[in-house]
């Protein structure tokens, strides 16, 4: 049976934030000092994620799954969740195909794992990277780390990943003028650069629609040195793609800001310590942990989801009164 929340939509996509903690301190996510840490005891066990994500899977034939952070590769033994992960396969009946397993990841260490994931079973690969220039890069993460990412990119592509993707957060006057330089980098190494607008999840709270860079202004600049053309239909995708009229690849922007695509969402959240999310923006969670370690049954575990699905809402109300910041920032629910 698919699980669908009230407004039709099938929910198909589950984002796993595996740890808070990260090696990085960017600027639009968390301060230079960090967060105060959870504590390793309040975050699920490998063996606490894989059994959540084996009951969407198996039920109700989920057919991808992200693993986030804060930064996923802090994390130890990573490649042994992955194995867990990528070994899901839907109940007879339940529809759905094979888990497509993915991973969000600042690249960082991508040098080292890349190969040990890929062999593990993750399917796809998306690297975080603001910045192409050393100077600024450093002034965004706080970390002279540029070059370990370019080479974790190249990891990736040597280990088999494709497509490779690099998720650029655009802010106004601080990376903006970097656009055309991303494109032709993607383009040059044969990845897909998709530009972010910048969302209100900072936990400086220092996001305001002023800084945002529409997805209009992306493709007003690219489309002027490099021609696009529209790609098909994006379905439940975040980002919408353009290709290069010379065939030089495929560019995508994640407007969730000025074109939201909540309508064809499918994706629901699973936080490092085990708090269930129907949306990025939600305001109100579910406790799986407690269910887990409370000795709940997997279809406590079930009812527990379905009752949250059936409380999303249509989608975020940004830029409206009505918006509320949720008390946690990215760091801490995972992109
Ligand atoms: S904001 Fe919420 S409803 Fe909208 S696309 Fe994101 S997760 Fe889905």
Same mark, same amino acid.
């Given at each position: 049976?698919?699980?669908?929340?009230?407004?039709?939509?099938?929910?198909?996509?589950?984002?796993?934030?595996?740890?808070?903690?990260?090696? /990085?301190?960017?600027?639009?996510?968390?301060?230079? !000092?960090? &967060?105060?840490?959870?504590?390793?005891?309040?975050?699920?066990?490998?063996?606490?994620?894989?059994?959540?994500?084996?009951?969407?899977?198996?039920?109700?034939?989920?057919? %991808?799954?992200?693993?986030?952070?804060?930064?996923?590769?802090?994390?130890?033994?990573?490649?042994?969740?992955?194995?867990?992960?990528?070994?899901?396969?839907? =109940?007879?009946?339940?529809?759905?195909?094979?888990?497509?397993?993915? &991973?969000?990841?600042?690249?960082?260490?991508?040098?080292?794992?890349?190969? =040990?994931?890929?062999?593990?079973?993750?399917?796809?690969?998306?690297? *975080?990277?603001d910045s192409l220039r050393?100077d600024r890069f450093?002034s965004i993460?706080?970390?002279?780390?540029?070059? @370990?990412?370019?080479?974790?990119?190249?990891? =990736?592509?040597?280990?088999?990943?494709?497509?490779?993707?690099?998720?650029c957060?655009l802010m106004r006057g601080v990376n903006d003028d970097e656009i055309v330089d991303f494109a032709a980098f993607?383009?040059?190494? %044969?990845?897909?650069?998709?530009f972010?607008? /910048? &969302?209100?999840?900072?936990?400086?709270?220092?996001?305001?629609?002023?800084t945002?860079v529409?997805?209009?202004e992306v493709?007003r600049t690219i489309?002027a040195v490099?021609?696009?053309?529209?790609?098909?239909?994006?379905? *439940?995708?975040?980002?919408?793609?353009?290709?290069?009229?010379?065939?030089?690849?495929?560019?995508?922007?994640?407007?969730?800001?000025? @074109?939201?695509?909540?309508? *064809?969402?499918?994706?629901? @959240?699973?936080?490092?310590?085990?708090?269930?999310?129907?949306?990025? /923006?939600?305001?109100? !969670?579910?406790?799986?942990?407690?269910?887990?370690?409370? %000795?709940? *049954?997997?279809?406590?575990?079930?009812?527990?989801?379905?009752?949250?699905?059936?409380?999303?809402?249509?989608?975020?109300?940004?830029?409206?009164?009505?918006?509320?910041?949720?008390? @946690?920032? &990215?760091?801490?629910?995972?992109?």
């Amino acid at each position: 049976m698919p699980l669908v929340d009230p407004f039709g939509r099938q929910v198909r996509d589950l984002r796993i934030s595996i740890t808070d903690r990260c090696n /990085f301190r960017c600027t639009y996510c968390m301060p230079e !000092e960090g &967060m105060v840490w959870q504590p390793r005891e309040e975050l699920l066990t490998y063996e606490e994620i894989e059994r959540i994500a084996r009951i969407c899977v198996q039920r109700w034939g989920f057919t %991808g799954i992200r693993i986030t952070g804060g930064e996923p590769t802090v994390r130890a033994d990573l490649p042994a969740l992955v194995e867990k992960l990528a070994a899901l396969r839907p =109940a007879s009946g339940a529809g759905g195909r094979d888990v497509d397993l993915a &991973m969000t990841t600042n690249g960082a260490s991508l040098g080292l794992l890349a190969p =040990a994931l890929r062999r593990a079973g993750l399917r796809r690969i998306t690297v *975080s990277c603001d910045s192409l220039r050393p100077d600024r890069f450093a002034s965004i993460t706080h970390r002279n780390a540029l070059h @370990r990412v370019l080479d974790g990119i190249d990891a =990736a592509v040597a280990a088999g990943f494709a497509p490779v993707k690099v998720n650029c957060v655009l802010m106004r006057g601080v990376n903006d003028d970097e656009i055309v330089d991303f494109a032709a980098f993607g383009r040059d190494r %044969g990845v897909e650069v998709r530009f972010i607008e /910048f &969302m209100p999840l900072d936990a400086q709270g220092a996001w305001t629609a002023q800084t945002v860079v529409t997805y209009e202004e992306v493709v007003r600049t690219i489309d002027a040195v490099f021609p696009l053309e529209p790609v098909d239909r994006r379905g *439940s995708h975040p980002a919408e793609r353009l290709a290069y009229r010379d065939g030089g690849g495929t560019v995508g922007v994640i407007a969730s800001v000025t @074109r939201s695509f909540c309508s *064809s969402c499918d994706r629901v @959240r699973l936080t490092a310590d085990g708090q269930f999310r129907n949306c990025l /923006f939600a305001v109100h !969670e579910t406790d799986l942990r407690a269910i887990l370690r409370g %000795g709940g *049954s997997d279809d406590d575990v079930a009812a527990a989801i379905e009752a949250d699905v059936g409380r999303k809402w249509a989608g975020h109300t940004i830029g409206q009164v009505t918006f509320l910041r949720p008390d @946690r920032s &990215m760091s801490q629910i995972g992109g």
